[in-house]
């Protein structure tokens, strides 16, 4: 997938490898995500295969070493077209660590689990509000990727509604807990 998502993004501008990372967590965060360790190998591999080449050398700031500039070439657009054609592989698969953690925050304190939903939701807020702010842009890059910004416009709204909604409930549950504590004093909670 990373192969396709660096050949895909060298359609429409020359990138180098921090770039290309950058603009998948951005833009595709809410399709997956991608590390350092990925993005260099694979453009290597690329250039060994003759799929891009190294269209130049940039200096983005004084500090940081230069950066190699990739471009696809013919032959990455024949690749990357004939991949286009086929049926994707898999259907979406969602992973996220905070949610593999949630399913299990009923074994441990609730105060907690509440900060770091409180936490998730400054996050979501934050990306929404980015993803909002993009759509002009968006749009004038065409039909296709307008809908997938509309995608994850959308995705966001509904995890930030979500995590909303979640809140209240374990603050409910919390509450009644407390209520239950307060009418059987005699009766003591487990602790996990």
Do not use: C
Not at 83 to 105: A, G, H, I, N, Q
Not at 132 to 151: F, H, P, Q
Not at 163 to 179: F, G, T, Y
């Amino acid at each position: 997938m990373v192969k396709y998502a660096i050949l895909g993004l060298l359609h429409y501008r020359n990138m180098h490898g921090y770039r290309i990372k950058e603009h998948i967590e951005r833009n595709f965060g809410h399709m997956w995500s991608i590390n350092y360790g990925q993005i260099y190998p694979n453009l290597k591999k690329l250039q060994d295969d003759g799929l891009i080449l190294m269209a130049g050398v940039v200096q983005n700031d004084e500090k940081g070493p230069p950066r190699k500039l990739y471009a696809i070439t013919e032959k990455g657009r024949h690749e990357f077209t004939a991949w286009l054609e086929t049926s994707p592989e898999k259907s979406l698969l969602l992973r996220d660590p905070f949610l593999m953690r949630f399913v299990f925050y009923g074994f441990g304190d609730p105060g907690r689990a509440v900060e770091i939903i409180d936490e998730q939701i400054k996050k979501y807020e934050k990306d929404l509000t980015r993803r909002e702010n993009n759509m002009d842009r968006w749009d004038k890059s065409g039909l296709y990727v307008r809908l997938i910004a509309e995608l994850g416009v959308n995705l966001n709204a509904m995890m930030l509604d979500w995590l909303k909604h979640s809140r209240e409930e374990i603050l409910k549950a919390e509450a009644r807990e407390l209520d239950n504590d307060a009418a059987n004093p005699n009766i003591r909670r487990a602790v996990s």
